[in-house]
């Protein structure tokens, strides 16, 4: 079976994590996925495992083929772990252009649970991971069938049994649709046997599908899909809450309707870098608003932001709407956050500090909590 992998690498102290007998728990994590294709982008976006700096995170995961290891991608992210002491590094699989289908194959019989569960171990081991984070978007959807539910419950009870023994951690990511819940999610069987839930809080609209603008993260929206995990019975301690760190970009139907729901076009062009419609990297979209020709006008509002010049439309996260979702997720005791992805935020620091956006998260936890004794 052809898989997509990703990593997940988790750093439990910041800073903290360089000593040799530091205390590793922390009570908010932040656990980082690295999109690892990103090593294939040219000039400023090419982003390698010696860009990672892990006194920022908790956790950072990527999504890539079996590529990953011929190129060594694999043994350099463990690797990191040898002067970082509290880092965790956990191998992701699944993703968007993973699909459905397959994994609903996979789950459907007790046997080819196992041999998933076993493969996965022996990967885990012989790489030198810290765990599975498994991505399947989404169970009983995008081509999965109804037993996906139950099938679901019964692999997550498989791998972690087959990899609790050695001290492996299972996480999960999942969508913001809050129908699945207790449908394809079934919160008794998680609750039980998934360390993290990553909860997806974004794309709530895609420009991809919509025909009019909307936010891609605003707070209000996360907050009610937050309450579902929790009154569904997940502990608020295993769900965490995702930030992106990309924006989602529309072509105005009409240059002078850019407000919120007013009608588009489609998807605005790729960036330079990240070569996706109707996404960009958010270093790619600082350098638009550093360009005076374009006169791009910025709005925050529901603790996000969207901005508009010319006939585009950007939403996206800002310093102080991370900051803002970051006390969310603190004040409501939960796990920590998450961040999609490393490799979008202005990494190489080219308008400002380095990695402006997981430097807040990390400041504003460090900031606001006591570490767990
Ligand atoms: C692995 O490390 C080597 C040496 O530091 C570096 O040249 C290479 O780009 C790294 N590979 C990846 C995939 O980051
Ligand atoms: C760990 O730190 C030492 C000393 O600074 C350095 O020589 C070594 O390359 C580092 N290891 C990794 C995997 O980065
Ligand atoms: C798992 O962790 C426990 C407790 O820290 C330890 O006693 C045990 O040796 C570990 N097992 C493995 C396989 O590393
Ligand atoms: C959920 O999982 C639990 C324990 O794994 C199982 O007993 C229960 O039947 C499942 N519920 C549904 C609705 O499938
Ligand atoms: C967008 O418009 C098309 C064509 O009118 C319609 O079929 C589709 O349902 C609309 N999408 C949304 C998300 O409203």
């Not at 908790?58 to 083929?65: A, G, K, R």
């Not at 956990?90 to 569960?117: C, D, H, P």
């Not at 046997?193 to 997806?200: A, I, R, S, Y």
């Not at 992106?244 to 407000?259: E, K, S, V």
């Amino acid at each position: 079976m052809r898989l997509i992998l990703a990593i997940i690498i988790v750093l439990l102290c910041g800073s903290h994590a360089l000593s040799e007998d530091a205390d590793c728990e922390r009570k908010t994590e932040v656990i980082c996925y690295w999109g690892s294709w990103s090593i294939y982008r040219e000039g400023i976006g090419h982003f390698t495992t010696e860009d990672i700096d892990p006194t920022l995170y908790s956790e950072i995961s990527s999504l890539d083929t079996w590529a990953d290891i011929d190129l060594g991608g694999f043994e350099n992210i463990t690797s990191i772990k040898e002067n970082y002491t509290c880092l965790k590094i956990v191998l992701a699989i699944g993703g968007w252009n993973e699909g459905s289908i397959k994994y609903s194959v996979m789950a459907a019989t007790a046997e080819s649970r196992k041999k998933f569960a076993e493969g996965v171990l022996r990967y885990l081991v012989y790489y030198g991971f810290d765990g599975l984070d498994l991505d399947w978007e989404y169970p009983t959807s995008r081509g999965g069938i109804l037993e996906d539910g139950q099938n679901f419950a019964s692999l997550v009870t498989e791998i972690k049994k087959t990899i609790s023994p050695w001290n492996l951690t299972l996480s999960i990511a999942v969508s913001i649709d809050t129908s699945l819940i207790g449908f394809a999610y079934n919160i008794s069987a998680i609750e039980q046997n998934v360390d993290f839930v990553n909860l997806m809080a974004y794309d709530y609209v895609l420009p991809a599908t919509a025909n009019v603008t909307g936010l891609s993260s605003p707070l209000t929206a996360i907050k009610e899909t937050v309450s579902s995990w929790l009154d569904a019975g997940l502990s608020r301690e295993k769900l965490i809450l995702g930030i992106p760190t990309y924006a989602r970009t529309y072509i105005l139907a009409d240059d002078n309707g850019h407000n919120i729901g007013d009608p588009v076009i489609g998807e605005a062009e790729p960036g330079e870098f990240t070569k996706e419609a109707g996404f960009l990297a958010y270093y790619e979209l600082l350098d638009l608003m550093q360009d005076a020709f374009l006169d791009i006008t910025s709005v925050q509002t529901d603790d996000t932001n969207y901005a508009y010049g010319s006939n585009e439309w950007y939403t996206y996260e800002t310093e102080t709407t991370v900051r803002a979702k970051t006390m969310y997720a603190i004040d409501q005791h939960l796990g920590g956050i998450m961040v999609w992805s490393i490799d979008t935020d202005d990494f190489l620091g080219l308008y400002g500090k380095k990695y402006p956006l997981l430097k807040t998260i990390s400041e504003v936890i460090m900031e606001n909590e006591p570490r767990k004794k």
